[in-house]
């Protein structure tokens, strides 16, 4: 398969789905109240669009202070845990149950903590969107050939050396792979903190549009949030395949 048909893959199924939605929506008389149409989710896009573009814009820079933090705090316990055995024997148990709750029960307790607003949708989207980069740096650490770094040390490396010179420099695929995921996550987490403990933002508009039946406004809402999500993916996957080439087969994927 060329590039082109790679590229328009993607475009052609969501066209395909979207088509099929209307016919199916059209011809089995499906109300909006039930299951709006593709049609009627874009009729409610344009009228409200203002509404939804202040709503949309809070939800984005709260995703992405939340993600910020993430990036800072994955990479620091990554490289911890993925240089050290004993860090890694220590840490990593206790990351993988902490990252077993329901991070949606800490929003109540957030809300104590720092009210209701910007607080809790920030540190929830920090709290479900770390785990995924620090396990990716972690194990492109610690899965270091041995040799590798043996050579190294013997021609005078210090640890850290190996650290940033080949350590870091190996482990960046792992890293964009983390973002990639990380960042949908985090946009899960800012929209239902949004959705309990918020009088702005998308979570906020779908609990709204929701309680007064407009079913339309809130597919709307979730359209945007998807769109938001997979722009910033296709951000994080061009600049993998500027800066990784090297670590995909044919120098780009």
């Given at each position: 398969?060329?590039?082109t048909?790679?590229?328009?893959?993607?475009?052609?199924?969501?066209?395909?789905?979207?088509?099929?939605?209307?016919?199916?929506?059209?011809?089995?008389?499906?109300?909006?109240?039930?299951?709006?149409?593709?049609?009627q989710?874009?009729?409610?896009?344009?009228?409200?669009a203002?509404?939804?573009?202040?709503?949309?814009?809070?939800?984005?820079?709260v995703?992405?202070?939340?993600?910020?933090?993430?990036?800072?705090?994955?990479?620091?316990?990554?490289?911890?845990?993925?240089?050290?055995?004993?860090?890694?024997?220590?840490?990593?148990?206790?990351?993988t149950?902490?990252n077993?709750?329901?991070?949606?029960?800490?929003?109540?307790?957030?809300?104590?903590?720092?009210?209701i607003g910007?607080?809790?949708?920030?540190?929830?989207?920090?709290?479900?969107?770390?785990?995924?980069?620090?396990?990716n740096?972690?194990?492109?650490?610690?899965?270091?050939?041995?040799?590798?770094?043996?050579?190294l040390r013997?021609?005078?490396?210090?640890?850290?050396?190996?650290?940033l010179k080949i350590?870091?420099?190996?482990?960046?695929?792992y890293?964009?792979?983390?973002?990639?995921?990380?960042?949908?996550?985090?946009?899960?987490?800012?929209?239902?903190s949004e959705?309990?403990?918020?009088?702005e933002?998308?979570?906020?508009?779908?609990?709204?549009?929701?309680?007064?039946?407009?079913?339309?406004?809130?597919?709307?809402?979730?359209m945007?949030i998807?769109?938001?999500a997979?722009?910033?993916?296709?951000?994080?996957?061009?600049v993998?395949?500027?800066?990784?080439?090297?670590?995909?087969?044919?120098?780009q994927?």
């Amino acid at each position: 398969m060329n590039k082109t048909a790679q590229r328009l893959a993607p475009v052609a199924l969501l066209a395909a789905v979207i088509a099929l939605w209307e016919i199916l929506c059209r011809a089995l008389n499906v109300s909006e109240f039930i299951f709006p149409s593709p049609s009627q989710i874009l009729q409610a896009t344009i009228d409200y669009a203002p509404v939804i573009a202040g709503h949309a814009w809070r939800t984005y820079w709260v995703t992405m202070a939340g993600f910020g933090i993430s990036i800072v705090v994955g990479v620091a316990l990554g490289a911890l845990i993925g240089s050290s055995r004993v860090a890694y024997a220590a840490v990593y148990p206790l990351m993988t149950s902490f990252n077993a709750l329901p991070k949606a029960a800490f929003v109540p307790v957030l809300v104590v903590w720092f009210g209701i607003g910007v607080g809790p949708a920030v540190l929830t989207a920090f709290l479900i969107s770390f785990f995924p980069i620090m396990v990716n740096i972690a194990t492109g650490l610690a899965t270091l050939e041995p040799e590798l770094e043996d050579v190294l040390r013997v021609l005078g490396a210090r640890r850290l050396d190996v650290l940033l010179k080949i350590g870091l420099p190996r482990s960046l695929p792992y890293f964009y792979a983390s973002l990639k995921v990380a960042i949908t996550l985090a946009f899960v987490g800012s929209t239902v903190s949004e959705m309990n403990a918020a009088n702005e933002g998308i979570g906020y508009l779908l609990v709204s549009a929701g309680s007064a039946m407009k079913m339309p406004l809130a597919f709307s809402g979730l359209m945007v949030i998807g769109v938001m999500a997979m722009a910033m993916y296709e951000l994080f996957a061009l600049v993998e395949r500027r800066t990784t080439a090297w670590a995909h087969r044919g120098g780009q994927r």
